[in-house]
């Protein structure tokens, strides 16, 4: 994966920076021995490593604007980052560029019952808004896998979805107003504790920018009741096609699930030798789906769903008859990824996103491409919105592995596009993804969308080398070429 | 007389805007012209009349997504939806008849440049959640889109949420993209009679922190409700506080129950089934049921707990002969404010009224100078009135596409 050369100016002129960022950020908050900054020196996309020139942790919002306006003078680059869980190097640093972590931001600032919200710091990490106010009954519905440790701004930057977003929605539908730091030191806040931004919806455009736009340092959130009742199905199908069908007579029957997710034999496999959740071995596909709300209707679907799922030719089935028995459902699920981990040295999570109808034919396909490229696949699928995540095997031991998975990789994005689909469907673009952004977008749009970064960071200094296969400077994306006295179209209708 | 311009296809929309980019000919984007009269006037524009662009492109009802060009009217994709027992599940709002033209005029790409969501807004979400991606025609004359079918993406930025709102001034929309969800089963409303203000808010409060999902929470003052043709809402001679559930026959019954007896038993509240349900929510989401006198009509969203605070005090700062008439939906969070008598559409009242709580006040309706002096739409931060302007300068560097709309710069 290349990156944007790095300035040798900036790598010679470290020294001076830092001294400006310890003017700024007290001692232990600048870090800069070679020691120290290996620690940060890749995200969750752990193929891909840059030490980077320094690391400053500040504690509040005029930190981080006096770092930006710091960093700018110096022509310093900067990657924001909170917890480092990105699985596609959305924070992964660059050689002459500051690495700006959130992590002492980790306080929540009010929870405001009566509006049904909690104003948070980006580092707070998304299970503790929950765990927050789970004593009211209340929670914050987006629950990444890795919710235990993400933070909410990362949660941000990503727009993280969950297993639950088919019915609650990723992050930028649960969000209410961001106070965000630009590149030249600006605060602004956008929204706040009421519904809607005024003006452009730039919380909408800053909700999955990648941390390429601006420095997230403050969230309002909304909360939520907890359902009365959460029930869930597991239920096995000797075939794909049968499991696949399953899913959409569901959706079919306008019934729209808490979550519904999908696994594959391998990650089935994978997932009961590692915590015994009590799943059918046999099955080529396993779907959990889960039901809550009021308790009523959750009775109500769970019987239509049993019933759909006996139609379409389930060679299992089990309902849920305990809180214990849901969470076992579930903890399958959870630990499918480091199960999939023990199987194999390494593995390489995927995540594209198919219309739910194209998923037998995906899965087809994946197989064929599986045999060609001779490395195994699991498959771990959000159902209910057409969310894949297939695991790629390898071995990173092993000469020309990593290069083939990510060739593997690369084909399967690639055909979730061809069928209707997306690259990414909440794990970002970041590096891993960049150069597979012209299989989507024409250069026309990928432009345009940098035309919209040029108005936040002008400099192009925020986590450049991500999302963007091609950087453009903003003078020359901003040039117009006009053809004055072009034509009045004969064929367009005028009066 | 302006010219008017009318594409039959993106391409022609291209090649239109490229034209006005190069004259500098400034060009007001128009889909049905039902919202024409919200925001700021604009002056000597030729007209960009997109009603040609027309018809579904896209719509698989097991995917739960439906695309069409930007000029396809409302009641056909409703129509269409509505023969496969689905539905936009933010509850398009139609201002037409509030902004004196008919009703049932909107098109879908009018809808998304407004952003303009009804009552259930508060539980699913806005127009511009449902919204999966654009494609348009930037003030550069460029052709370009973003998002796609499915509703789960983060692949490059997410511009579909920046056209929902942008109200024309950063392209000319060609095609949407929704997301669409099934209609429930069953529809009822409960009514609580009698309420004050605080109270009837705290009522919607109360219901939507419990576990009985209500779809829609609103508060009507006696006057407003007196408005509606629903008899067991006008002839009460009260205010009403209405909450709706939704979902299967068995849950909506149980859940009606629950929120009946924690409100004061059959004693205060009734229940209004289908019909009768769907009337008054219509009712509410197109604002009828404020006063059909022409006052000027503000739009503000608050957080629900300051919600009567900011009535009351935008009502003390009234000179003695204007009045106002007020009705409250999302629990409180979107207050429809009337003013009569108001030179200024009493803007500093109202405005002044959101400084403590926070929020914003949209003009939605006023005479043509009025909105032309009074800023129609929030002002904002001077901070952010500049990254404002460097957006607009991004997709519409000429200032061509529906100038000055949203405010002077922009």
Same mark, same amino acid.
């Given at each position: 994966?290349?990156?944007?050369?790095?300035?040798?100016?900036?790598?010679?002129?470290?020294?001076?920076?830092?001294?400006?960022?310890?003017?700024?950020?007290?001692?232990?908050?600048?870090?800069?021995?070679?020691?120290?900054?290996?620690?940060?020196?890749?995200?969750?996309?752990?193929?891909?490593?840059?030490?980077?020139?320094?690391?400053?942790?500040?504690?509040?919002?005029?930190?981080?604007?006096?770092?930006?306006?710091?960093?700018?003078?110096?022509?310093?680059?900067?990657?924001?980052?909170?917890?480092?869980?990105?699985?596609?190097?959305?924070?992964?640093?660059?050689?002459?560029?500051?690495?700006?972590?959130?992590?002492?931001?980790?306080?929540?600032?009010?929870?405001?019952?009566?509006?049904?919200?909690?104003?948070?710091?980006?580092?707070?990490?998304?299970?503790?808004?929950?765990?927050?106010?789970?004593?009211?009954?209340?929670?914050?519905?987006?629950?990444?896998?890795?919710?235990?440790?993400?933070?909410?701004?990362?949660?941000?930057?990503?727009?993280?979805?969950?297993?639950?977003?088919?019915?609650?929605?990723?992050?930028?539908?649960?969000?209410?107003?961001?106070?965000?730091?630009?590149?030249?030191?600006?605060?602004?806040?956008?929204?706040?504790?009421?519904?809607?931004?005024?003006?452009?919806?730039?919380?909408?455009?800053?909700?999955?920018?990648?941390?390429?736009?601006?420095?997230?340092?403050?969230?309002?959130?909304?909360?939520?009741?907890?359902?009365?009742?959460?029930?869930?199905?597991?239920?096995?199908?000797?075939?794909?096609?049968?499991?696949?069908?399953?899913?959409?007579?569901?959706?079919?029957?306008?019934?729209?699930?808490?979550?519904?997710?999908?696994?594959?034999?391998?990650?089935?496999?994978?997932?009961?030798?590692?915590?015994?959740?009590?799943?059918?071995?046999?099955?080529?596909?396993?779907?959990?789906?889960?039901?809550?709300?009021?308790?009523?209707?959750?009775?109500?679907?769970?019987?239509?769903?049993?019933?759909?799922?006996?139609?379409?030719?389930?060679?299992?089935?089990?309902?849920?008859?305990?809180?214990?028995?849901?969470?076992?459902?579930?903890?399958?699920?959870?630990?499918?990824?480091?199960?999939?981990?023990?199987?194999?040295?390494?593995?390489?999570?995927?995540?594209?996103?198919?219309?739910?109808?194209?998923?037998?034919?995906?899965?087809?396909?994946?197989?064929?491409?599986?045999?060609?490229?001779?490395?195994?696949?699991?498959?771990?699928?959000?159902?209910?919105?057409?969310?894949?995540?297939?695991?790629?095997?390898?071995?990173?031991?092993?000469?020309?592995?990593?290069?083939?998975?990510?060739?593997?990789?690369?084909?399967?994005?690639?055909?979730?596009?061809?069928?209707?689909?997306?690259?990414?469907?909440?794990?970002?673009?970041?590096?891993?993804?960049?150069?597979?952004?012209?299989?989507?977008?024409?250069?026309?749009?990928?432009?345009?969308?940098?035309?919209?970064?040029?108005?936040?960071?002008?400099?192009?200094?925020?986590?450049?080398?991500?999302?963007?296969?091609?950087?453009?400077?903003?003078?020359?994306?901003?040039?117009?070429?006009?053809?004055?006295?072009?034509?009045?179209?004969?064929?367009?209708?005028?009066? | 007389?302006?010219?008017?311009?009318?594409?039959?296809?993106?391409?022609?929309?291209?090649?239109?805007?490229?034209?006005?980019?190069?004259?500098?000919?400034?060009?007001?984007?128009?889909?049905?012209?039902?919202?024409?009269?919200?925001?700021?006037?604009?002056?000597?524009?030729?007209?960009?009349?997109?009603?040609?662009?027309?018809?579904?492109?896209?719509?698989?009802?097991?995917?739960?997504?439906?695309?069409?060009?930007?000029?396809?009217?409302?009641?056909?994709?409703?129509?269409?939806?509505?023969?496969?027992?689905?539905?936009? $599940?933010? %509850? &398009?709002?139609?201002?037409?008849?509030?902004?004196?033209? #008919? *009703?049932?005029?909107? =098109?879908? @790409?009018?809808?998304?440049?407004?952003?303009?969501?009804?009552?259930?807004?508060?539980?699913?979400?806005?127009?511009?959640?449902?919204?999966?991606?654009?494609?348009?025609?930037?003030?550069?004359?460029?052709?370009?889109?973003?998002?796609?079918?499915?509703?789960?993406?983060?692949?490059?930025?997410?511009?579909?949420?920046?056209?929902?709102?942008?109200?024309?001034?950063?392209?000319?929309?060609?095609?949407?993209?929704?997301?669409?969800?099934?209609?429930?089963?069953?529809?009822?409303?409960?009514?609580?009679?009698?309420?004050?203000?605080?109270?009837?808010?705290?009522?919607?409060?109360?219901?939507?922190?419990? $576990?009985? %999902? &209500?779809?829609?929470?609103?508060?009507?003052?006696?006057? #407003? *409700?007196?408005?509606? =043709?629903? @008899?067991?809402?006008?002839?009460?001679?009260?205010?009403?506080?209405?909450?709706?559930?939704?979902?299967?026959?068995?849950?909506?019954?149980?859940?009606?129950?629950?929120?009946?007896?924690?409100?004061?038993?059959?004693?205060?509240?009734?229940?209004?089934?289908?019909?009768?349900?769907?009337?008054?929510?219509?009712?509410?989401?197109?604002?009828?049921?404020?006063?059909?006198?022409?006052?000027?009509?503000?739009?503000?969203?608050?957080?629900?707990?300051?919600?009567?605070?900011?009535?009351?005090?935008?009502?003390?700062?009234?000179?003695?002969?204007?009045?106002?008439?007020?009705?409250?939906?999302?629990?409180?969070?979107?207050?429809?404010?009337?003013?009569?008598?108001?030179?200024?559409? #009493?803007?500093?009242?109202?405005?002044?009224?959101?400084?403590?709580?926070?929020?914003?006040?949209?003009?939605?309706?006023?005479?043509?100078?009025?909105?032309?002096?009074?800023?129609?739409?929030?002002?904002?931060?001077?901070?952010?009135?500049?990254?404002?302007?460097?957006?607009?300068?991004?997709?519409?560097?000429?200032?061509?596409?529906?100038?000055?709309?949203?405010?002077?710069?922009?």
């Amino acid at each position: 994966m290349k990156m944007p050369e790095p300035d040798g100016n900036v790598i010679a002129g470290r020294d001076a920076l830092i001294t400006s960022l310890r003017g700024v950020v007290a001692e232990e908050g600048v870090i800069w021995s070679e020691n120290e900054l290996k620690a940060y020196e890749c995200d969750g996309l752990t193929a891909y490593r840059q030490v980077p020139l320094a690391v400053v942790l500040p504690e509040n919002t005029r930190q981080v604007a006096e770092v930006l306006k710091i960093c700018s003078a110096h022509g310093a680059k900067v990657v924001p980052r909170g917890a480092g869980t990105s699985l596609s190097g959305g924070a992964m640093p660059l050689a002459d560029g500051v690495l700006l972590g959130l992590g002492k931001f980790n306080k929540i600032l009010e929870i405001d019952y009566e509006n049904r919200c909690a104003v948070v710091q980006p580092g707070v990490s998304n299970l503790a808004i929950s765990d927050a106010v789970a004593d009211a009954d209340f929670y914050y519905a987006p629950d990444p896998s890795s919710q235990i440790v993400c933070t909410i701004g990362g949660n941000v930057a990503e727009n993280s979805g969950g297993v639950h977003c088919l019915k609650y929605g990723v992050t930028t539908n649960n969000i209410l107003g961001l106070e965000i730091v630009l590149m030249n030191g600006e605060t602004v806040r956008l929204g706040g504790k009421y519904l809607d931004t005024d003006g452009y919806d730039l919380m909408g455009v800053m909700t999955g920018s990648e941390g390429l736009l601006g420095v997230i340092t403050e969230v309002t959130v909304r909360i939520l009741k907890k359902p009365e009742m959460a029930r869930a199905v597991l239920v096995g199908f000797p075939d794909l096609e049968d499991s696949g069908r399953f899913v959409a007579d569901v959706i079919g029957a306008g019934i729209i699930p808490g979550g519904m997710e999908m696994m594959d034999k391998a990650a089935t496999r994978a997932a009961e030798e590692f915590c015994q959740a009590g799943y059918p071995m046999d099955a080529e596909a396993l779907v959990i789906v889960e039901l809550d709300g009021h308790a009523t209707e959750v009775d109500y679907l769970i019987g239509q769903v049993e019933e759909i799922a006996r139609r379409c030719g389930a060679s299992s089935l089990r309902t849920s008859q305990s809180e214990d028995e849901r969470l076992a459902f579930w903890s399958g699920r959870k630990a499918a990824f480091p199960a999939v981990g023990r199987i194999s040295p390494d593995y390489y999570c995927m995540d594209g996103t198919i219309p739910r109808g194209a998923l037998s034919e995906v899965l087809r396909r994946m197989t064929e491409m599986s045999a060609r490229f001779g490395l195994r696949v699991a498959n771990v699928f959000h159902a209910g919105d057409g969310n894949l995540h297939p695991l790629i095997l390898y071995d990173a031991n092993q000469l020309g592995e990593l290069e083939t998975a990510e060739e593997f990789g690369a084909e399967i994005l690639k055909l979730c596009v061809e069928v209707g689909g997306v690259l990414t469907g909440e794990h970002g673009v970041g590096v891993e993804k960049r150069d597979l952004m012209g299989e989507m977008f024409s250069e026309a749009d990928l432009e345009q969308q940098q035309r919209l970064k040029c108005a936040f960071d002008p400099e192009g200094s925020l986590n450049p080398g991500k999302v963007f296969p091609i950087l453009h400077r903003c003078a020359e994306l901003g040039r117009m070429h006009i053809h004055r006295g072009q034509l009045p179209f004969p064929d367009i209708e005028r009066f | 007389m302006s010219e008017t311009f009318r594409p039959g296809d993106a391409d022609q929309v291209c090649e239109t805007v490229a034209w006005a980019a190069a004259e500098e000919r400034p060009l007001e984007i128009r889909g049905a012209g039902s919202k024409r009269n919200l925001g700021r006037p604009m002056d000597n524009c030729s007209v960009l009349d997109l009603s040609a662009l027309s018809g579904l492109t896209y719509y698989e009802p097991a995917e739960l997504v439906l695309a069409a060009k930007a000029g396809t009217p409302l009641s056909v994709i409703e129509t269409e939806l509505s023969e496969n027992g689905q539905r936009l $599940a933010f %509850e &398009p709002a139609d201002y037409g008849r509030i902004l004196g033209n #008919a *009703a049932g005029q909107a =098109t879908i @790409g009018g809808l998304v440049a407004c952003n303009l969501s009804g009552p259930r807004r508060i539980q699913v979400g806005a127009a511009r959640d449902h919204c999966l991606g654009v494609s348009g025609v930037s003030g550069r004359g460029e052709a370009f889109k973003s998002g796609g079918r499915v509703v789960k993406n983060v692949t490059g930025y997410d511009l579909s949420k920046l056209m929902t709102g942008s109200y024309g001034t950063l392209a000319a929309l060609t095609e949407v993209t929704f997301k669409v969800l099934p209609v429930p089963e069953k529809t009822r409303t409960v009514l609580v009679f009698g309420h004050g203000d605080a109270e009837g808010i705290a009522t919607l409060g109360q219901a939507l922190s419990s $576990a009985l %999902e &209500p779809s829609g929470l609103a508060y009507l003052p006696a006057v #407003a *409700a007196s408005r509606s =043709t629903v @008899g067991y809402v006008s002839e009460i001679g009260t205010s009403v506080t209405a909450i709706r559930v939704e979902g299967p026959a068995s849950s909506v019954e149980a859940r009606c129950r629950s929120l009946r007896s924690l409100f004061g038993g059959s004693d205060k509240t009734e229940e209004l089934h289908g019909h009768n349900s769907g009337t008054l929510w219509r009712e509410i989401a197109d604002v009828t049921l404020l006063g059909s006198s022409g006052g000027d009509l503000w739009r503000l969203s608050v957080p629900p707990s300051a919600a009567s605070g900011v009535v009351s005090a935008v009502k003390a700062e009234l000179s003695p002969s204007c009045s106002a008439e007020v009705l409250f939906d999302w629990a409180g969070g979107l207050i429809w404010l009337d003013v009569t008598g108001a030179e200024d559409a #009493a803007h500093e009242a109202v405005r002044g009224a959101l400084h403590d709580s926070g929020g914003h006040a949209t003009l939605i309706r006023a005479p043509g100078d009025v909105r032309r002096t009074v800023p129609v739409f929030q002002p904002p931060e001077p901070g952010l009135a500049s990254l404002n302007a460097r957006v607009k300068q991004g997709f519409d560097p000429r200032g061509i596409l529906n100038p000055g709309r949203m405010g002077t710069d922009y």
